[in-house]
């Protein structure tokens, strides 16, 4: 039989404050990366713009392009080559000309230059601003829906601590998929969100297999003296091999996914897999650490509260 | 949880044939189960042809419009405006200015206050609008439209609007469009297979208001630019695009503002050849029983002058009138290319949009951009099944078979119930599927892992997969809610594309929890169970 782990006992809530620290630097990392950015790159579906996905019959050169768009003075352009040398991407902020005028003019321009060749405008997408802020303020929404959403069946199904404690997890894994996202200079668009998402209701996934687990574990009753960090351990552990397992099929789809699913879809799997490996991660260091982290601080509060209370009876 | 098993085994067929027959629809069900829906023959075998395909994997063009409603209101402003400057001059009350102000209200600035009470009373037989004051000893009023009215009117402008490109759309010969309204003044169009994307935007957002209108040949050109001219007359452009050069020139009117008749009234309009310009196109339009008395008239009081025809405020042209036109005929003529006439009489046929239109939001695919995500698309899919098919058959042998076999089960099923949903698949939709595949596997994974721990405590192969499964099963559930929470929130955020995301992802997970759970069962009931004593278990 092929396995993974045999019984494993890993002692992974002993070592939480590496993991704090490691957590903080990547996330410190990935937000001094935006900080020098200039904030998260927001795609036309947030910031608002044009978006025209070109073919030519031959190879172009960008100065070439960049030459003939800045003839018709649409503002200042991206222009990105997209997955081949033939096929660009250009990105036009939002301008006075109605949307219809755009794509025109840009057809135009490009019909001047006889270097270009045949000309295939594959994709336009243009989003006016109203669009673009309403898009901003629901997917706001969205995220804060699913976490509160996430709270409530946790805290339901085990405890409020439970609850906030992978609440904690999602916000790191969001976190962190936003960092990575900087990092690579790739840019928040839909399908990122989409991601973004998908990854919240991932990383809770594993998070409740493991609180199952504890759970299951107390109804056996616990040993004598086992305390509630080892319960965590003993149950993390009782499910490594399946949160390996998952993570492993799930990050190969994402992979895979990235690879070979075209260019539209990069930067969703490329969230997509980040997210599946923080997810994983954030279980076992976030929301089962937090929790150990918490009920530690909560017994030891209690404790002193007797003793304060022991010592008022006898003065 | 062993017993119904022929019931069970009646379950899984049943699913099985269903989905085949809702993907691959023998000839005669097909009408049944689709309805006489010609779009679904469809070229390109990768995938069923059944499955509904998202614009950006079939080409099309996606438009949301928002109808600048305002301007119906302020038309309606200025027409009551001129009625009420009507009705108190019948009255005697002179009248210095009365004038929309912004978009509802309007100013009366009477000529004197000595008729103030008269004025008054006129002024309440117009009910749609409010007071909001009235100062005498200045003899000025403010009026403004009721918000009720208002509100009425956006909508009725909205509806029309609505109404007139689903005209449009239709004499323009889209297969299955989408025309709907999108909360409150706003308009979803989708037109999937459109191969020319500019024109259907143009034909689509062109207001198309023609007008007939008399030029004001008593104020010269050069007057009426250096702004000299009654404030009853405007200046108006006629555009020429000479077809060599690409210049566009504008040659100025002056142009009476009153408009004697608009293509409200018309009953026909035509593609022609021009007869004096060859290789140039024009349209002859008909009007119907009172636009022909009113254009009769109109060519009868105006002989020998010149009579404007405007579309969306520009000079088409602008004919002598040589005599009473009596038939209710016109030709509009303007060095037209035949597609520039074809959809001027789309447009004209179809009627004009009660108020402008503006492009709010636009996503357009070409076809050929189209064929290659599904292809790349599909080979992602098939490469990431492989991949976990072989992982899950090499961890867990013989058990791992037989989760392929359920995984497999999983995308005839969710591909089959998107398509007897009439839901759409498209490239973020096929993204769900890809991660579909790799979480569907988890419940398996769970349930396996369960199986191989109770192994360990030393139970028997039976005892394993029962304690398994039943000690699984409350986790599997678990896991499943919490994505499906978060497809559910994404799908109600979601514009088309991640909506397709959320579908995929949300049927696929609905779905494992059928095929990696209770098929998954019934094959390890049917192998392992019975009189033979099974020893061991390949997982």
């Known amino acids: ?315 | 949880m062993r017993r119904y098993l022929w019931l069970r085994i009646g379950i899984i067929l049943v699913a099985i044939l269903g989905s085949l027959t809702y993907l691959y629809p023998p000839p005669g069900i097909r009408e049944y189960l689709y309805g006489p829906a010609p779009g679904l023959a469809r070229k390109g075998g990768l995938l069923p042809p059944t499955l509904n395909l998202g614009l950006d994997l079939q080409g099309g063009i996606h438009l949301v419009l928002g109808v600048d409603a305002d301007k119906v209101l302020e038309s309606q402003v200025e027409r009551a405006a001129a009625d009420i400057r009507g009705s108190l001059e019948k009255k005697g009350i002179g009248v210095a200015q009365a004038a929309r102000q912004g978009t509802m209200e309007m100013v009366v600035q009477l000529a004197s206050s000595q008729s103030w009470n008269d004025a008054l009373t006129v002024l309440n037989e117009f009910p749609a609008f409010d007071r909001k004051s009235a100062d005498q000893s200045a003899g000025r009023i403010l009026l403004a439209l009721r918000e009720r009215e208002a509100a009425t009117q956006r909508d009725l402008a909205v509806r029309q609007a609505l109404e007139t490109i689903r005209n449009r759309v239709d004499q323009f010969g889209v297969a299955e469009p989408t025309i709907q309204q999108q909360g409150e003044n706003r308009i979803l169009v989708q037109l999937p297979g459109i191969q020319d994307p500019e024109r259907a935007k143009a034909l689509i957002g062109k207001t198309a208001l023609l007008e007939f209108k008399m030029l004001d040949e008593r104020t010269s050109v050069e007057d009426a630019l250096a702004g000299r001219l009654p404030e009853t007359s405007e200046v108006l452009y006629q555009r020429r695009v000479d077809k060599d050069t690409k210049v566009e020139r504008k040659i100025p009117y002056v142009v009476q503002k009153r408009t004697l008749l608009t293509g409200a009234e018309l009953n026909r309009a035509e593609v022609q050849a021009d007869p004096n310009s060859p290789g140039n196109w024009q349209v002859a339009i008909e009007f119907n029983a009172v636009g022909t008395r009113i254009f009769g008239e109109i060519t009868e009081q105006n002989v020998g002058k010149l009579l404007a025809i405007i579309l969306d405020g520009n000079v088409n042209s602008a004919p002598r009138i040589n005599e009473r036109i009596p038939g209710g005929r016109a030709v509009i003529t303007g060095q037209f290319t035949i597609e520039d006439a074809r959809d001027l009489v789309i447009v004209l046929r179809a009627g004009a949009l009660p108020a402008p239109v503006k492009i709010l939001e636009e996503r357009s695919v070409g076809p050929s951009l189209g064929a290659d995500s599904i292809r790349q698309g599909m080979l992602a899919i098939i490469a990431s099944a492989l991949v976990v098919f072989v992982f899950m058959l090499v961890y867990y042998r013989f058990s791992g078979l037989i989760a392929d076999v359920a995984l497999g089960l999983n995308l005839v099923i969710l591909l089959a119930t998107m398509a007897g949903f009439h839901a759409t698949l498209t490239l973020p939709g096929i993204a769900g599927i890809a991660l579909t595949i790799g979480m569907a596997v988890d419940t398996n994974i769970l349930i396996f892992e369960r199986i191989r721990e109770e192994f360990r405590t030393g139970k028997t192969v039976r005892g394993a997969i029962d304690a398994g499964f039943a000690r699984a099963f409350r986790t599997v559930v678990d896991t499943h809610v919490t994505v499906l929470v978060s497809a559910a929130i994404l799908y109600n955020f979601g514009t088309g594309p991640v909506k397709g995301f959320a579908v995929s992802l949300a049927i696929g997970i609905a779905a494992s929890l059928f095929t990696a759970v209770f098929f998954t069962r019934l094959i390890f009931d049917l192998l392992y169970t019975g009189r033979r004593r099974i020893q061991a278990l390949s997982i």
């Open chain 1, 1 to 315: 039989m092929l396995q993974l782990f045999k019984e494993p006992h890993f002692d992974f809530i002993g070592k939480r404050r590496w993991a704090y620290l490691l957590s903080l630097a990547f996330i410190a990392v990935g937000l001094v990366s935006i900080a020098f950015a200039g904030g998260l790159r927001y795609g036309i579906d947030f910031s608002g713009g044009t978006l025209l996905q070109v073919r030519f019959d031959q190879t172009v050169a960008v100065d070439r392009i960049r030459a003939a768009l800045d003839q018709i003075k649409l503002g200042e352009s991206v222009i990105q080559e997209f997955g081949d040398p033939r096929e660009f991407i250009f990105r036009l902020p939002l301008a006075e000309v109605p949307a219809e005028e755009v794509t025109r003019r840009v057809q135009e321009a490009l019909a001047k230059d006889p270097a270009f060749g045949k000309v295939e405008i594959r994709r336009v997408e243009f989003v006016g601003p109203q669009v673009g802020r309403d898009l901003q303020v629901q997917a706001l929404y969205a995220v804060l829906a699913s976490m509160v959403g996430i709270l409530i069946y946790v805290a339901v199904r085990f405890d409020l601590k439970g609850g906030v404690a992978s609440i904690a997890a999602i916000v790191h894994d969001v976190l962190v998929c936003l960092g990575a996202l900087s990092l690579t200079g790739r840019e928040m668009s839909l399908p990122v969100l989409a991601a973004l998402l998908t990854i919240i209701g991932y990383s809770v996934n594993d998070t409740i297999v493991a609180y199952d687990r504890v759970r299951e574990n107390r109804g056996k009753g616990v040993k004598k003296g086992l305390s509630f960090a080892e319960q965590i351990n003993i149950a993390i552990n009782q499910t490594l091999s399946r949160t390996v397992l998952t993570a492993l099929t799930t990050f190969m789809a994402t992979t895979i996914l990235f690879v070979f699913g075209g260019k539209v879809l990069e930067d969703l799997a490329f969230v997509l897999t980040v997210g599946v490996v923080t997810g994983t991660y954030s279980t076992i260091y976030i929301a089962g650490a937090l929790i150990v982290d918490w009920t530690i601080w909560a017994e030891a509060r209690a404790r002193r509260a007797k003793k304060a209370v022991a010592k008022a009876g006898s003065a």
